[in-house]
């Protein structure tokens, strides 16, 4: 064989790697295209706002649903906590820092009471207002309950307090009677209606687009899978310079060729 078509074939080759290559990250490169579109539109597309239900996904993530709840009965209602999420009856509808320490029902309005919160609902489940110490509320509340008058009635670090009926004043309880807010099992058809919504909401749709977009989504292997691509990137540019510069070179060359013969006799 000649060197000549040594040479040949080599860069022959070389055309067909190039072009598998190629190939074999196209794929990639339009998931990385189309998921980094979305993510730089995050805000107008509401991705961390927008829950996945895919129970498959948030498996491969590890989500789980607690077995057992805090729970507790106000006004014929249950109210629960599920991580720092407070739930009326099967509706989220707020937060609450620290575990949940009781709730009741006062004139229509419905309280759950947290280590060093008071968030307020409606009926409805719309919150009111979150109240905490800078409103008053005692601090490393353990119990709430209801006292004399039906007041409201915390049992917090140091001692009880009572409160009017908007839970806008405190003062000292040294004595009364206190019917307080014990915890009861969560009803199973209740703890089944708010569990997928649950662990929807511990997953957004930003989350996963992002573990995609850099690979981690399939794990180690994604993020090997991720690099293999980058590199196949930088092959294909590295050679795809190459075979231009060669094609470059072989029409220069052929021009000079083709000018050299017309000026010959």
Do not use: C
Request: net charge positive.
């Amino acid at each position: 064989m000649t060197r000549h078509r040594r040479r040949r074939l080599k860069l022959r080759s070389l055309y067909v790697w190039h072009r598998w290559l190629g190939v074999a990250a196209a794929l990639w490169v339009v998931v990385l295209s189309l998921t980094g579109i979305a993510l730089n539109h995050t805000e107008e597309l509401a991705l961390d706002a927008t829950p996945v239900e895919w129970s498959w996904l948030q498996d491969a993530y590890g989500i789980r649903s607690p077995v057992e709840v805090p729970a507790f009965r106000a006004g014929g209602r249950w109210v629960s906590q599920w991580g720092d999420r407070i739930y009326l009856d099967a509706r989220p509808a707020g937060r609450l820092g620290g575990p949940l320490r009781g709730a009741l029902e006062v004139d229509g309005i419905i309280a759950a009471a947290g280590d060093n919160e008071i968030l307020l609902l409606t009926p409805a489940g719309e919150r009111v207002e979150l109240l905490g110490p800078a409103h008053g509320v005692p601090a490393g509340i353990a119990a709430l309950g209801r006292g004399p008058g039906g007041r409201p009635v915390v049992r917090a670090a140091h001692g009880l307090y009572v409160s009017d009926r908007e839970f806008t004043a405190w003062r000292h309880l040294d004595a009364g009677a206190v019917r307080w807010s014990d915890p009861a099992p969560l009803p199973a058809a209740l703890h089944e209606a708010i569990a997928p919504a649950y662990r929807a909401g511990l997953l957004s749709a930003e989350r996963v687009l992002l573990d995609l977009h850099s690979g981690r989504l399939l794990g180690r292997a994604g993020v090997w899978l991720s690099d293999a691509a980058a590199v196949i990137l930088v092959v294909l540019a590295l050679s795809g310079t190459f075979l231009w510069s060669r094609q470059i070179r072989r029409r220069r060359a052929g021009d000079r060729r083709r000018r050299t013969e017309d000026r010959s006799p």
